[in-house]
């Protein structure tokens, strides 16, 4: 579930020409109560022309996407999107989405989360999970009180969405809670046949040592109404209880079959079951795909640049996988779910 891949730079790369169709893109950063270093993370929302054209995440192994940085918020009212990234992973990992879902007519909101970012990962840190919905929370307090966003909030539809580890900080905030024991037991059971036990297991982290109560705690925000979550970590090991306060409105995409699946974020009946837990999820298996199709696509040079640099093998998808269409799929469901 760790997404060790090569480092972002924050890559903002100037155009000459704008394209129409883009989304609007402000970075920002807040603080937040549990640490004093600022949060970073940005707004992507639907604009008028008037920015300047860029590329967000470009580097030698992936394309960027492009928006408008300071464009001029189109009129709203928009539905509002909280995404959170996978473990490891930053917000430009997601850009493709973020801005996807701008472009198509939703506000969206996405942070950097210490200690689970690419350049900011402290892997016990990191499993301190409801500090990511603090985060995401106090993000949207900031849009809200923002006077050029906060009049173009449709604060009926707001969404939770989030990949991989991501996708957990979603549904908690939508309103699932932990279960330390039964994820301990998950993975003293099944060892390194998942890859974030095994994560767990090679950095010395002791789940039976954490604090159950925090981890266990519920951390729903109200103001979510519903959630997207794409293959989800942290979703093993929970009861009927952790489940029964979590919003109706859930969609849960998963990536792959078969092989192709990934143990640590499988919701199938073949891995954690937690589908089979909700009562009308709505749900999507998009294959042939990889839990790693989900980050931006990759440059032809990508897979070997990696290799060289000796991280994880993340532009390798499956044979006859095409990571765009994957995009565009994620894309077009959750903007039907928001009702775009």
Request: one cysteine or more; aromatic letters at 6%.
């Amino acid at each position: 579930m760790k997404h060790t891949v090569l480092s972002f730079a924050f890559a903002v790369t100037a155009s000459s020409a704008l394209a129409n169709g883009l989304a609007g893109f402000e970075a920002v950063t807040f603080p937040v109560a549990y640490q004093d270093a600022l949060v970073s993370g940005a707004i992507w929302y639907p604009a008028t022309d008037g920015g300047t054209a860029v590329s967000i995440g470009d580097n030698g192994v992936f394309h960027g996407t492009a928006v408008q940085d300071a464009a001029p918020i189109a009129a709203g009212p928009f539905p509002v999107v909280l995404v959170s990234h996978g473990l490891g992973g930053n917000i430009r990992t997601l850009s493709w989405l973020t801005a996807g879902l701008a472009a198509r007519g939703a506000v969206v909101v996405s942070v950097d989360h210490p200690n689970s970012t690419t350049q900011n990962f402290d892997l016990r840190a990191g499993l301190d999970h409801w500090t990511r919905v603090q985060d995401l929370q106090t993000a949207l307090d900031k849009l809200e009180s923002d006077p050029r966003f906060s009049g173009q909030l449709d604060m009926t539809r707001v969404m939770a969405a989030g990949f991989s580890y991501g996708g957990w900080t979603a549904l908690s905030m939508g309103g699932i809670t932990g279960n330390l024991a039964g994820y301990a037991a998950h993975c003293a059971e099944v060892g390194g046949a998942s890859s974030h036990c095994a994560d767990l297991a090679e950095g010395g982290v002791d789940l039976s040592g954490l604090d159950a109560a925090a981890w266990d705690a519920p951390y729903k925000d109200d103001r979510i109404t519903m959630v997207a979550a794409i293959d989800p970590g942290l979703v093993y090991g929970l009861d009927q209880t952790d489940v029964q306060d979590l919003v109706d409105d859930v969609l849960l995409i998963g990536l792959g079959e078969g092989a192709d699946r990934l143990l640590a974020t499988d919701f199938s009946a073949t891995g954690s079951d937690f589908a089979a837990k909700l009562p009308d999820p709505k749900v999507e298996v998009i294959a042939p795909a990889s839990h790693f199709s989900a980050l931006l696509p990759c440059k032809p040079m990508g897979a070997e640049i990696l290799k060289e640099e000796g991280d994880d093998p993340v532009c390798d998808d499956p044979e006859g996988s095409d990571r765009v269409a994957v995009h565009d799929r994620i894309i077009a469901k959750i903007a039907a779910q928001l009702g775009l």
